[in-house]
Structure formats: structure tokens, C-alpha cells
């Protein structure tokens, strides 16, 4: 079955504390990015990847970093995290980017740093 | 000015009424614009892209004004499970900007 799929879903962590939440796709897709969901607000990108080893800030991109070392990896870093970081945070594929080319969801994290 | 804008609603219409909205967008030289949908906090999921000429995908049909810098989605007769929230995405480059999308319930 062709997903997107992020670990954990859920996760409650304390200020500082280093975490990576991890994103994988199986589609071959080039594009993958991250966002994350707060209310009011929409989605906001954070970090993209246009393909391996390629990678570039979106609006948000401060407290986090990423990696794409494979194609079908896209993990979310945050070397230390802080409560202005709980959101609801979603990873994205797309075979590439443009009209007719649809975004695949992962299912969210819901991260809650105290 | 946020790059892209919506009207948040609520609309709340009845089962069968037509419900329309728009999306505005700051970027004049934006290259591509979808309508995606998402329920109560799950992931977003593609609902359609808008071509220049608007197209139409049963009950929805998208159109794009790029004078007025807005893209458009009517929903026909509104059945139960079209109360979503849908969100307007632009692309610019190599970027994807959404908007905080618009809440369409149903009521029967």
C-alpha cells in the first residue's frame, strides 16, 4: 500500500530534550517536506526536500533540523525542543512538485514538549 | 499580509444547498493551486488541482481568477460528508503555502 507514515504519533517531552520524529515514504517519491498545524494558523512548511542530500528552509524553519539521506527517509530533528513547539506536525511526499502532482499525507505527530 | 487567505466560516448549509468560497493569494506570479481537504485534525487530502480554464470533479468545481488573485470551490447539492474543512494550497516555486482553511458543515 502505497503511504506515508510517522513515528511516533503521539509524544509528551520536556523542554530540551532532544527528539527526532521520523517520516517514511514508499512511493519513490522525490519530494518530501514538513509541516507543522497550529489553530488559526494553517499549515506551515518548515523544511522541504527537493530530492537526496537536497534540502531548504520553508517559513518555519527555526528550532528544527532534517536530513534526506535516502529517498524514502525525511526525519524531523529537534535538538531542543521548546513549549512554543507543540503543534501537530505532518510529513508530506509528492512525486514532485507542480499541477497534477498530489501531496500524500502522513498521519501526524502531536507533539507536547512541557 | 499572509500569502494565502481564506474566509474561516463556519458554513453551516443545509443537506442538498450549494455552498461556495474563495481563496486569496498574495504571490501574482503563483504557479499551481489545489483545494485539499481535511477532517477534524487528520491528515489533509488532495481534493482537486484548479486549472486556468476551472475544471469540475462531480459535485465540486474549482476555479482560478489570476487578475483578482483568487481561486474559488462550489460544492452541489452538500451531502453529510462533505462537512470538512478545506484547505486552499499555492505553489510558488518550490514552495507550498496554505491557507488556514475554510469549515463547511452539513446538517441534515
Known amino acids: 500500500e502505497a503511504q506515508v507514515t510517522q513515528n511516533p504519533r503521539y509524544l509528551i517531552t520536556v523542554t530540551g530534550k532532544k527528539l527526532t520524529v521520523t517520516c517514511s515514504q514508499n512511493?519513490?517519491?522525490?519530494?518530501m517536506s514538513w509541516y507543522r498545524q497550529d489553530p488559526g494558523l494553517g499549515l506551515r512548511q518548515i523544511y522541504y526536500?527537493?530530492?537526496?542530500?537536497?534540502?531548504d528552509k520553508g517559513d518555519v524553519p527555526e528550532g528544527y533540523k532534517v536530513s534526506r539521506k535516502e529517498k524514502r527517509n525525511f526525519p524531523l530533528i529537534l535538538e531542543s525542543p521548546s513549549p512554543n513547539q507543540t503543534s501537530l506536525y505532518f510529513c508530506?511526499?509528492?512525486?514532485?512538485?507542480?499541477?497534477?502532482?498530489?501531496?500524500?499525507f502522513g498521519p501526524g505527530t502531536r507533539l507536547t514538549v512541557t | 499580509r499572509k500569502e494565502v487567505e481564506q474566509d474561516p466560516g463556519p458554513f453551516n448549509v443545509p443537506e442538498g444547498a450549494t455552498v461556495a468560497f474563495n481563496c486569496t493569494y498574495s504571490?501574482?506570479?503563483?504557479?499551481?493551486f489545489f483545494w485539499y481537504r481535511q477532517d477534524c485534525r487528520k491528515e489533509p487530502k488532495l481534493l482537486m488541482s484548479?486549472?486556468?480554464s476551472g475544471n469540475e470533479d462531480g459535485r465540486f468545481t474549482a476555479q482560478l481568477n489570476r487578475a483578482s488573485q483568487y481561486i474559488s470551490l462550489l460544492i452541489r447539492d452538500s451531502k453529510l460528508s462533505d462537512s470538512a474543512t478545506y484547505l486552499c494550497?499555492?505553489?510558488?516555486?518550490?514552495?507550498?503555502?496554505f491557507g488556514a482553511g475554510t469549515t463547511v458543515t452539513v446538517r441534515a
Open positions: 508530506a511526499s509528492s512525486l514532485r512538485l507542480g499541477l497534477g502532482y498530489e501531496q500524500y
Open positions: 512511493m519513490n517519491h522525490e519530494y
Open positions: 526536500s527537493m530530492n537526496v542530500e537536497v534540502t
Open positions: 504571490n501574482s506570479a503563483s504557479q499551481s
Open positions: 484548479v486549472y486556468s
Open positions: 494550497v499555492v505553489n510558488d516555486d518550490y514552495k507550498l503555502s
